[in-house]
């Protein structure tokens, strides 16, 4: 069974950093693109950052650029998305999702449940 | 402000059919067949409904459909029913720097 596990979410101050990871299996993680893709409550998605199977492609949201950092290990079969310089703006539910091919352009066909990251003094 | 523009919400009655836009630009929609379709129910995991414009993924439901024309990609659903009722998004590639962008998603109610 393909299934993605999130974890690290928390409550922070803002400015402070948190590192979210994703624990892949059940497919090959290493022919696939993955994604970071939260949501605000009562907000609708919003994509945060992409990389290629090969780390060779990263794109960002121009929201979090300069300060969230996506990166993987294949050997681990984990997803990572370092965030740091927090804002109160980046309260939401953070998903890991698959790429449907290896690099990024392509659609997102496997979802974790989300990992929650509350920002606030 | 998202970067692909859907209705906010749309309805109809069971059995009917209803379709849903997103609009974009040329450097996004019009300009690659990378439009995805995400069905997302409260308290769910978004799944994945359609991919590079037309394709179904397998498991999902014939009923649903898609299509482009220009800026504009579109999601149709037939012969609607109850479990529909959910919030959908599109998503595609966009030449930005950003290289991916949703839309601001659509609530269906089912009548």
């Known amino acids: 069974e393909v299934q993605l596990v999130e974890s690290g979410g928390d409550l922070v101050q803002p400015g402070r950093s948190l590192r979210l990871s994703c624990a892949a299996s059940?497919?090959?993680?290493?022919?696939?693109?993955m994604h970071w893709v939260r949501q605000a409550p009562g907000k609708g998605l919003e994509w945060v950052s992409g990389?290629?199977?090969?780390?060779?492609?990263?794109g960002y949201a121009d929201s979090v650029k300069g300060r969230f950092t996506i990166s993987r290990d294949n050997a681990k079969n984990s997803l990572y998305l370092q965030m740091n310089s927090l804002r109160a703006e980046d309260t939401a539910l953070y998903y890991c999702?698959?790429?449907?091919?290896?690099?990024?352009?392509?659609?997102?066909?496997?979802w974790g449940q989300g990992t929650t990251v509350t920002v606030s003094s | 402000q998202s970067a692909l523009t859907q209705p906010a919400s749309v309805s109809g009655s069971p059995g009917q059919s209803i379709t849903i836009s997103c609009t974009g630009t040329?450097?996004?929609?019009?300009?690659?067949?990378?439009v995805s379709w995400y069905q997302q129910h409260p308290g769910k995991a978004p799944k994945f409904m359609i991919y590079?414009?037309?394709n179904r993924p397998s498991g999902v439901s014939n009923r649903f459909s898609g299509s482009k024309s220009g800026n504009t990609a579109s999601l149709t659903i037939s012969g609607l029913q109850a479990e529909d009722e959910a919030d959908y998004y599109c998503?595609?590639?966009?030449?930005?720097?950003?290289?991916?962008?949703f839309g601001g998603g659509t609530k269906l109610t089912v009548l």
């Open positions: 999702a698959k790429g449907l091919r290896g690099v990024i352009p392509y659609g997102m066909d496997v």
């Open positions: 059940g497919f090959n993680f290493d022919d696939y693109a």
């Open positions: 990389i290629s199977w090969n780390s060779g492609s990263i």
């Open positions: 040329s450097s996004d929609v019009g300009g690659y067949n990378y």
């Open positions: 590079e414009v037309s």
């Open positions: 998503s595609t590639h966009t030449s930005s720097s950003t290289l991916v962008v």
